[in-house]
């Protein structure tokens, strides 16, 4: 099997926020997706993730839709660090909006979701949540992994889907 024919497959950038107590905490993750035509979508965190934990916990997380003016540094910091031993937000541009962290530069827009549910689907779990909020912002292109990947120059970390070990 050419398992690389996986590649072609499109995705989004986008970032997760939930709360660690006081400390925004989140992560960068590539499979964001609308179930239905209201206000149910879905997002698929890799199980040992620290994001992960905090989903379980608090049932609530926000998503920020990056745009290619996304600085490679956001990414980074939110993407390739756990945390569990960092303040992933520290040093970024955010605010909190109904007790979620949202990035304010460069993002297309935000929603509000809380969990209505989950499927566990081997190395990652599928969580199924209710859009309670969404706000448009800046009217950018939005970041594709294609973009990120080839015009970035950007990597996936190993827990990441899109991980390609070359």
């Not at 448009?136 to 390609?164: H, I, W």
Request: aromatic fraction near 10%; charged fraction near 20%.
């Amino acid at each position: 099997m050419d398992s690389t024919v996986l590649w072609k497959l499109s995705y989004g950038l986008y970032s997760i926020g939930v709360m660690d107590g006081d400390i925004p905490q989140g992560c960068i993750v590539n499979t964001v997706f609308q179930i239905t035509a209201e206000d149910m979508l879905a997002v698929s965190i890799h199980k040992e993730n620290y994001t992960h934990l905090l989903l379980e916990k608090t049932g609530r997380f926000s998503i920020s839709i990056l745009t290619e003016k996304t600085p490679v540094r956001v990414i980074g910091r939110l993407g390739f660090q756990s945390g569990a031993q960092v303040h992933k937000f520290e040093g970024l541009d955010y605010e909190l909006y109904d007790g979620l962290p949202l990035l304010k530069a460069n993002c297309a827009g935000h929603l509000i979701c809380t969990i209505t549910g989950s499927a566990d689907i081997e190395t990652h779990t599928v969580f199924f949540a209710r859009v309670t909020q969404a706000l448009m912002d800046e009217p950018l292109p939005v970041l594709t992994y294609d973009y990120y990947y080839n015009v970035m120059r950007g990597k996936a970390p190993k827990k990441a889907p899109t991980y390609r070990g070359v």
